[in-house]
């Protein structure tokens, strides 16, 4: 059995779209693609041309980041757009299912839904830290045949927790011809554990997911890339839009990767982690603080006293924090991304006026 069998079966049968730029990639006198012959605004990039599809530099750069083969790789509009075009190409509307695990990234449920397939879901609990409780996504999974993509987070957003090895191993195992198991990997940066993307020679059934969002400063890029074998990316082209990546997002992108930034990019890192710390130690011994879930990425998820009420109070102070008022597993929680120095001194004066009674 082949990844094409698990895939839906009109996205196998179809004939995919071939854009102007695909069959004749940009040289010569271009009136292929009914593009204007000069741009207004000069700019990298010509403007009024449509871009490469995947542009061969970026995908060659990301490739040689990320550690796998250029044909490997797939660059999406952050990983949202990978999320969606998983969940496209896999599951069958009112047939299949994925799996995730709450509390979650809240987009592989909405990617779901969109689908029209169901979700599956292993709670986390409170009790253990919202750690993966890794019997209960086994015994689910090999329970529901329906399940066609199953999401796993490391480190996962909003508790912070990172997969091991082992257990991924045991799942792509069990899932190996029934199911992609998606690895989420947008925080791995964070994490002192490595990447599981030398796992995808060995599991056609591996997906993984990275972005330049998070540790790459880049959340306005939206420039992300899903990581697996060939004949995965292939089924994922079939339905990627055409020309995904806006030419002056490739110029930034190329920038970013150039060898020059590595370094900035690891001060950058080296800023957030020792910033993690001075944010753990404002929340200590604070009255209202119940507990502190650090995690291995750049944010700490904390269970307080009133969550609704100081969250309102921050944002009234002009300090943002994210609430979870829709999710019953989270009413207590609340998350704090890491900010600069000067922004945590701004929340700790925020919290030392909550406590002593505003
Ligand atoms: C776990 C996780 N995956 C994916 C994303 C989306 O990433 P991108 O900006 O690349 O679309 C986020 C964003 O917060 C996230 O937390």
């Known amino acids: 059995m082949g990844i094409e069998d698990l895939a839906r079966p009109e ?136 399940i066609k993509l199953v999401f796993l987070t490391s480190p996962n957003n909003p508790t912070g927790d990172s997969i091991g090895r082992d257990f991924l191993r045991r799942l792509l195992e069990l899932s190996r011809n029934r199911a992609i198991v998606v690895l989420d990997e947008a925080y791995i940066e964070f994490c002192a554990s490595p990447s599981a993307s030398d796992l995808i020679a060995e599991y056609e059934n591996l997906v993984v997911l990275r972005t330049m969002s998070k540790a790459w400063a880049a959340a306005g890029l939206r420039c992300g890339s899903v990581l697996a074998q060939s004949s995965v990316i292939a089924l994922l082209q079939r339905v990627i839009a055409p020309y995904p990546l806006p030419s ?41 603080i119940r507990q502190v879930i650090p995690g291995d990425a750049n944010f700490v998820l904390v269970a307080v006293d009133d969550a609704a009420g100081l969250l309102s109070y921050c944002a009234r102070k002009g300090v943002i924090l994210r609430g979870f008022p829709a999710d019953p597993l989270l009413q207590n929680y609340l998350r704090i991304s890491v900010g600069s120095k000067p922004e945590l001194e701004k929340l700790a004066s925020v919290f030392d006026a909550w406590e002593n009674g505003r």
């Open 11 to 146: 996205i196998v049968a179809m004939k995919p779209y071939s854009s102007a730029r695909k069959e004749a990639p940009g040289q010569g006198i271009l009136l292929n693609a009914n593009e204007a012959p000069r741009p207004l605004l000069s700019q990298p990039g010509r403007l009024n041309r449509y871009p490469e599809p995947q542009p061969a530099e970026l995908v060659a750069r990301l490739a040689s980041l990320y550690d796998v083969r250029p044909d490997q790789i797939l660059v999406t509009r952050g990983s949202d757009e990978g999320i969606d075009l998983l969940v496209r190409v896999f599951c069958r509307a009112g047939q299949d299912a994925i799996m995730q695990c709450p509390p979650t990234f809240g987009m592989y449920r909405i990617a779901a839904r969109t689908q029209g397939a169901d979700t599956v879901s292993v709670l986390r609990s409170a009790g253990q830290e919202f750690k993966l409780d890794q019997e209960s996504v086994l015994e689910a999974f090999a329970g529901d045949s329906r």
């Open 248 to 288: 002056p997002v490739l110029s930034l992108a190329l920038r970013m990767l150039d060898e020059t930034m590595l370094e900035q990019q690891q001060l950058l890192m080296q800023e957030i982690r020792e910033n993690k710390g001075v944010l753990i130690h404002l929340l200590d011994n604070r009255k209202f």
